[in-house]
C-alpha cells in the first residue's frame, strides 16, 4: 500500500473534507458550501441563439455552473456576444471555457468567462503515443517548456480574477507522463499536479483540480490518491468530481453514481457534474439526486463522527489498498449449490414483495425475478423470503410446491426472528437470516443465537447473521453504546459462536458504506475471513432506489468488499434485477453485457451523439463485455476512451475514424459504411457473436 497521509478524515464514519473556497463569478466552491452541480452546452459555441437558450434552460433546471466548448480563437471571441445576451436577458449563471489544445483561446476566453478548464495532458503537448525513456535533465527541461507555454495564462487569470480548472482525464495523459509513470491514476495526479506548482510559483490559487475516467474504479482510486498527495504537500484545493463519458440511461446513471457517491461518502467533492450522452438539462437531476443527502448532511450541522475507539483500544486498521482494487478475502459458503465468496462472483438476492399468503402473486415474482436478462445475467440467484410473524410461517409452508410446479428451484433465504424459529415449517432453505433477541442475558442470547444454528443446520443451510444497531446485546451497551463499534462487536461474537458452521453477516444500517467497512476490518483484524451480504437499507421509488443503491453498494464493490448483494426496494422485480447486473458491470465485476463509452456532447462533436449511440447500441448491446466508445470527436477520442476494445470517433463532417484501442486503423470512413466497418472490425478480432 502507498505511504501517503488518509484521503479522508475516517473510512468508518462520514466528515467532508476541508478545502480552500475558490469563487468561480458569484459562486463559492469549497468550504462549508453546498456541493455545487453543473453542465456543459451541447451546442456549436459559435451559435449564439443556441447556446443562450441553452444555458437558459440548464439554470431553470437549478444549474449553477455552465461550461462551454471553446476550440479556437473563434469561439473565444464568440464568448463575449454570449455573455452580452445573458446580462441583455438577466440571467448571472458562471460560465467556463472549456479549452483543449489552443492556449491562444484560453488567453482571450478569460476575459469573458469566470473559469477556465484546461487538460495538462494537451494544453502544451500533443498525443502520440510516443514510447521514450526521459533522463532527469530532460524531464525537467520538458517542465520549463510547459510552464513557460502556461505562465501567459495563469498570469492572465490572476490579472482578470478568473478560476480555472486543471482537469485530467485518463487516457489522454501526455506522453512524458504516461513514460514516467504509466497510463494509470499516479501519472493522472501528477499531470496535475505539475501544473498547480507552476500556478503556485506565481502567487494563484484560484484553482480546482478533477482526474476523470470512464472506469469508476480508476477515477475513485484517481481522485483518492490527488487528495492523499495534496494533503502531502499542504494544498487545499477544491475538487470537481465526474464519471466522463458515462453513457446514457440507466447505465450512464449508475455509473455516474458508483463514482462520484463513493468520492462523497469519503467527504470528497466540491462540486459535480453527471456526464450523460443525453440532453444537458437531464444531467441537473441526476446531479441533485446525488449530492442532495449530502447538502442536507451540512444544513443540518450534523454531530461529530462516531468514537473512533472499541473499549478504549483503536478501531483496526484497514487492510485494503485504497489506490488500487483487490477484493477482500472470504471464505466460500455453499448455498443449495451456489458459491458465495471466495472466488465466486458477486451473487444477486432479492426479495418478493407480495405477501407470503398470496401465493400465487410470490410465485409469479419470484419467476420475473429469476428470469435472466442474458446468459452473462442469469437473473435474481438467491431469492430472500421475509417472515415477521408465526401466520408468515404458516402461510410459507404452501410456497415449496408451488414453486416446484412452477419450476422454479431457486435457493431460498429466508429473513425471520430468532424468536420465531422454533416454528419453523419444514422448509427448503439455502439460508436462514437472523439474529439474537438483543434484550436477552448473555447466556439466553448465546442459547438462541445456538438455536439457530440448530435449525439451519437440520436443513443443511448456511446461516446469515442479519444485525442492526437493535441486535447489539444490551450487555455490551456499556462498552460500546449503539454504535457501528457495537455492531461490529457483536458480529465478531457472533461468527465465534458459529464456528465451524458456514456463515455470513449482513448489515442493517443507515450508514452502509462506513458500517460495512468497519465491519470488513473488524473481521478482518481478527481473522474471520465471512463473506459479507450487502443489504442497502428501505428504499422507496426508482429514482431513489437507483441512486441510493448505486452509491453505497458502489461505493462498497469498488473498494473490494461483499460477496452478495441485496437492494431493498419497492420497484418492480424487472428493475431490481436490471439495476443489480448494472451496478455489477460499472463496478467492473460482473460484465453481462457490452460496455458503451460514449461522450456527452459538446460544441465540437461532429454527429449527432444520441442518435449514434443509440443507433450503435442496438445492433452491439450483445456482445459481453466488449467496451465500445463513442466519441464526436478527437479530443474525445483515442486518449479519453483509453479504457476501449473499439471505437467510434468523429474525424470530419461525415466522416468516421474506427479505432482498435488506441490505434486509429480506419480513417474518414462515411459515416454510411461506419457501423459495418465497426462490425467487420470485431469480428475481425474474434469478438463478435450473432445476437441471440
Not at 85 to 111: M, Q, S
Not at 443 to 464: D, I, N
Request: glycine share 6%.
Amino acid at each position: 500500500m502507498i505511504t501517503l497521509p488518509p484521503y479522508c478524515a475516517h473510512p468508518f464514519s462520514y466528515r467532508r473534507r476541508p478545502s480552500r473556497v475558490v469563487y468561480v463569478g458569484d459562486v463559492p466552491l469549497g468550504g462549508h458550501y453546498p456541493i455545487r452541480v453543473q453542465s456543459m452546452t451541447t451546442s456549436d459555441t459559435m451559435d449564439t441563439a443556441a447556446t443562450v437558450a441553452e444555458i437558459v434552460q440548464l439554470v431553470e433546471a437549478g444549474c449553477e455552473i455552465v461550461r462551454l466548448t471553446v476550440p479556437s480563437l473563434n469561439e473565444a471571441e464568440n464568448l463575449r456576444h454570449i455573455k452580452a445576451e445573458l446580462k441583455r436577458r438577466g440571467v448571472r449563471v458562471p460560465l467556463v471555457a472549456d479549452i483543449h489544445y489552443t492556449p491562444n483561446a484560453a488567453l482571450k476566453a478569460v476575459e469573458y468567462v469566470e473559469k477556465v478548464r484546461i487538460n495538462p495532458g494537451n494544453y502544451a503537448d500533443k498525443k502520440k503515443f510516443a514510447v521514450r525513456e526521459y533522463s532527469d535533465r530532460e524531464y525537467q527541461e520538458e517542465l520549463e517548456r510547459i510552464a513557460e507555454r502556461f505562465k501567459p495564462l495563469v498570469l492572465k487569470a490572476k490579472q482578470y480574477g478568473v478560476a480555472m480548472r486543471i482537469g485530467t482525464n485518463h487516457g489522454s495523459l501526455s506522453d512524458r507522463i504516461v513514460n514516467r509513470y504509466g497510463d494509470t491514476p499516479q501519472g493522472m495526479v501528477e499531470s496535475a499536479l505539475e501544473f498547480v506548482r507552476i500556478c503556485e510559483l506565481y502567487d494563484y490559487h484560484d484553482l480546482v483540480l478533477s482526474m476523470k475516467a470512464s472506469n469508476p474504479l480508476v477515477m475513485i482510486q484517481a481522485y483518492r490518491l490527488l487528495v492523499a498527495r495534496m494533503e502531502e504537500l499542504g494544498m487545499d484545493y477544491p475538487i470537481h468530481l465526474g464519471v466522463t463519458e458515462a453513457g446514457s440511461g440507466e447505465e450512464g446513471r449508475v455509473k455516474s453514481a458508483v463514482g462520484i457517491g463513493a468520492l462523497l461518502e469519503d467527504g470528497i467533492g466540491d462540486t459535480i457534474r453527471v456526464s450523460l450522452t443525453e440532453d444537458a438539462v437531464h444531467e441537473i437531476p441526476a446531479a441533485f439526486a446525488l449530492v442532495r443527502p449530502y447538502n442536507e448532511r451540512r444544513a443540518q450541522r450534523q454531530p461529530a463522527p462516531l468514537p473512533l475507539t472499541i473499549a478504549s483500544r483503536p478501531l483496526p486498521r484497514e487492510r485494503r489498498n485504497p489506490y488500487a482494487y483487490q477484493r477482500r478475502p472470504s471464505r466460500e459458503v455453499a448455498l443449495a449449490g451456489l458459491g458465495v465468496g471466495g472466488s465466486q462472483p458477486v451473487r444477486v438476492e432479492l426479495s418478493p414483495t407480495a405477501a407470503l399468503a398470496a401465493v400465487e402473486d410470490t410465485v409469479a415474482q419470484i419467476r420475473a425475478l429469476c428470469t435472466p436478462l442474458s446468459p452473462a445475467a442469469p437473473g435474481c440467484e438467491i431469492v430472500r423470503l421475509r417472515a415477521t410473524s408465526a401466520a408468515d410461517l404458516a402461510a410459507l409452508a404452501a410456497l415449496p410446491p408451488a414453486l416446484q410446479a412452477a419450476g422454479l428451484t431457486p435457493p431460498l433465504a429466508l429473513a425471520l426472528p430468532a424468536a420465531l424459529v422454533a416454528e419453523l415449517p419444514p422448509l427448503p432453505l439455502a439460508k436462514l437470516a437472523t439474529a439474537p433477541d438483543p434484550t436477552l442475558p448473555e447466556a439466553a442470547w448465546q442459547a438462541q443465537a445456538q438455536a439457530c444454528l440448530e435449525a439451519a443446520a437440520a436443513r443443511s443451510a448456511a446461516v446469515e447473521w442479519a444485525l442492526s444497531a437493535a441486535a447489539i446485546p444490551h450487555f455490551l451497551h456499556p462498552t460500546h453504546g449503539v454504535t457501528l463499534e457495537g455492531l461490529a462487536e457483536t458480529a465478531v461474537r457472533l461468527v465465534r459462536l458459529a464456528a465451524p458452521h458456514p456463515v455470513l453477516v449482513s448489515l442493517d444500517t443507515a450508514q452502509p458504506v462506513h458500517a460495512y467497512r468497519l465491519l470488513a476490518a473488524r473481521l478482518d483484524a481478527e481473522g474471520l475471513p465471512v463473506p459479507l451480504h450487502l443489504k442497502t437499507p428501505p428504499l422507496a421509488g426508482e429514482e431513489e432506489t437507483l441512486y441510493r443503491a448505486s452509491v453505497w453498494l458502489g461505493a462498497l464493490l469498488c473498494d473490494g468488499i461483499g460477496d452478495s448483494l441485496q437492494i431493498d426496494s419497492d420497484v418492480s422485480p424487472a428493475a431490481a434485477v436490471r439495476l443489480c447486473y448494472n451496478l455489477l458491470q460499472a463496478c467492473r465485476l460482473r460484465m453481462s453485457k457490452t460496455e458503451f463509452i460514449s461522450c456527452p456532447s459538446c460544441g465540437r462533436t461532429l454527429f449527432d451523439l444520441q442518435t449514434t449511440t443509440a443507433r450503435i447500441k442496438s445492433k452491439m448491446a450483445h456482445l459481453q463485455g466488449v467496451k465500445i466508445a463513442i466519441m464526436g470527436c478527437i479530443v474525445n477520442g483515442p486518449g479519453e476512451m483509453a479504457d476501449a476494445d473499439f471505437g467510434y470517433v468523429g474525424a470530419g463532417p461525415g466522416k468516421i475514424n474506427l479505432y482498435v484501442g488506441k490505434a486509429c486503423v480506419q480513417r474518414n470512413v462515411p459515416v454510411e459504411e461506419a457501423d459495418a466497418r465497426l462490425i467487420a472490425l470485431i469480428k475481425a478480432h474474434g469478438k463478435w457473436v450473432e445476437p441471440a
